[in-house]
């Protein structure tokens, strides 16, 4: 990806732990590398097809100007957010505050805060068999649209499934969608957490019935295991009420450890 490097830019704004710097305020200095594609400006001598680094940066200095944080580490992820959600031909910020008049009683040159954010492509799994199910998969889908830092892409077609994992119960309405979000998988797995919430979601029986169920399902290329998340979702390959939407809004997406696509395992799915 091509990069525009935006480096020691001075703002004088009011942010720290100390009252006073509040009031009085003090220097910070702000660096960012934009990864954007240049390829179109370049050949076309077009500024449009770019992003423009003076307008961003007269963006940055209203924005650190214009709040007061205690933390320069929240300077630096509510900047990287709003310039990315302002700015859309950037896809990613290598961010960097310094605070070069830091109060700590000892000599230095300055201290910093350097982050790298950007721009993720998911996959969410909907699965509902209790009450409307349909107004619940759409309450979902409406969910992650009305957020400001995700987009939905694609959804795939609704599909009725019969259960899966042995417990008797009512046929399911299930889907996918490609999601593209600023927020962490772990973030992602909360949203979700709390979507299913309004749906008023019990987690009584494993594999039981359920108002919504949502599942991350792939984020970009990762692998990823925590306590509460694994990524990409261990049974992808085994459900066709997954791969079926999958394989509808993203057939050539590869599985990251399979190194299949998702057609490739629908396919292979259905001859076993």
Not at 23 to 37: M, P, R
Not at 67 to 76: D, G, K, Q, Y
Not at 247 to 260: D, F, M, N, S, V
Request: proline share 4%; glycine share 4%; aromatic share 8%.
């Amino acid at each position: 990806m091509d990069k525009i490097r935006i480096e020691k830019l001075e703002i004088f704004a009011n942010h720290g732990v100390y009252p006073e710097e509040n009031v009085l305020g003090q220097k910070f200095v702000v660096s960012a590398v934009l990864y954007t594609d240049t390829r179109k400006a370049g050949l076309t001598d077009d500024l449009s097809c770019s992003t423009n680094y003076g307008e961003v940066s007269h963006f940055m200095k209203k924005f650190v100007e214009g709040h007061t944080f205690m933390l320069i580490e929240r300077v630096a992820e509510e900047l990287a957010k709003e310039v990315l959600l302002h700015f859309p031909l950037i896809s990613q910020i290598d961010l960097e505050i310094s605070k070069p008049w830091a109060p700590i009683g000892l000599p230095l040159e300055t201290v910093a805060v350097q982050i790298t954010r950007g721009w993720h492509t998911a996959f969410v799994a909907l699965g509902s068999n209790m009450g409307d199910k349909k107004a619940y998969l759409d309450m979902a889908v409406e969910a992650l649209k009305n957020r400001e830092d995700s987009e939905v892409i694609k959804v795939a077609d609704y599909l009725v499934t019969e259960p899966y994992g042995g417990v008797e119960q009512d046929d399911f309405l299930n889907s996918a969608l490609q999601l593209r979000t600023l927020l962490s998988p772990e973030e992602l797995l909360d949203v979700l957490h709390e979507i299913e919430q309004m749906a008023n979601r019990e987690r009584l029986i494993h594999w039981g019935p359920r108002t919504l169920d949502l599942d991350v399902l792939l984020y970009d290329d990762l692998v990823y295991e925590s306590e509460t998340l694994i990524i990409p979702h261990i049974e992808i390959q085994k459900r066709d009420f997954v791969l079926i939407p999958m394989a509808q809004i993203a057939p050539y997406k590869r599985h990251p450890i399979l190194k299949e696509t998702m057609q490739e395992l629908l396919n292979k799915l259905k001859n076993q």
